[in-house]
């Protein structure tokens, strides 16, 4: 992450670059750092777990508690865990445990205590207990420290963090487990984070569409286009009949560099 800091802060003297003028220099360090958070966050909910085919995956879900609330809420996401199962086995033919797919999003949601029973590496099983508030709360404060550090600011004070932590530990007990989707899940934290005298915003639409340039012209008929994006993701669809724009590129150019920095220069072989 020093090297995203690094670029950022010379991005913000206008230092000349590879990737054009300053301003594109500066989006594209800023997408590496937003990279590199994600990274970090989602390393964060998925500790105790790989992300290749793993038995360490293969865990069993104990007990799950409202942080916000006290209530003992088990039974209700065991039954959640199952629906989840049942909808990639719609997917795909033969599940293996990869990530914390076995608890669904019970590692992701930030207003609950859960434990669960694992296996190690020595065969021998165990149970590991965390509370997400906690462990979320103490990741923003390394976060918060981080982008301070690339304006070269100082670190955050322990009374300024004092007032901090307790804003975000009313934004983090929110439950968001019952949205149906994103936008829903968008529209219960804006209020929540928007009182703590910060912004926040999320629109995936927005991200896929600052990717577009503009559309192609094709020969086919509309009925064939339409009946060619069926066969793509919904999600990628946007790209899928348009030209990409520059963001669209600094953003791959990051991806690729965040690869190559872990696995050397042939990430992908």
Sequence with gaps: MSNAREEYKKA??????????????????????????????DTTAHQMFSGFKSDVNN??????????????????YRGNIVKSLEKLKSYFVGIHPVGHMMIAHIPDYTHLTFTMEYTDAKDRVD???????????????????????????????????????????DCFLTDISKCSDTKEMVRILIPKWSSTGERYYYSSEEIKKGFVLQSIVFENTEDDISA??????????????????????LFNVC??????????AKPRS
Excluded at 129 to 144: G, H, M, P
Excluded at 255 to 264: F, P, Q, S
């Design 228 to 249: 060619a994006l069926e066969e793509v993701p919904e999600e990628l669809r946007p790209l899928s009949s348009t030209h990409a724009s520059d963001d669209f590129y």
């Design 59 to 76: 865990v069993k879900l104990i007990k799950v508690i409202n942080n916000h609330t006290g209530m003992d809420e088990t039974s209700k």
């Design 12 to 41: 913000l003297i206008g230092e000349a670059s590879p990737y054009g003028n300053a301003r594109n220099y500066k989006r594209k360090s800023l997408m590496k750092i937003g990279i590199l958070l994600h990274i970090f966050a």
């Design 127 to 169: 149970q590991y207990v965390c509370n997400n508030t906690d462990k979320f709360i103490d990741r923003s404060k390394q976060i918060l420290n981080y982008l301070l550090s690339c304006r070269e600011l100082d670190m955050i004070s322990d009374s300024g963090w004092n007032s901090c932590s307790a804003k975000l530990q």
């Design 255 to 264: 991806a690729e560099e965040v690869l190559i920095d872990l696995y050397g």
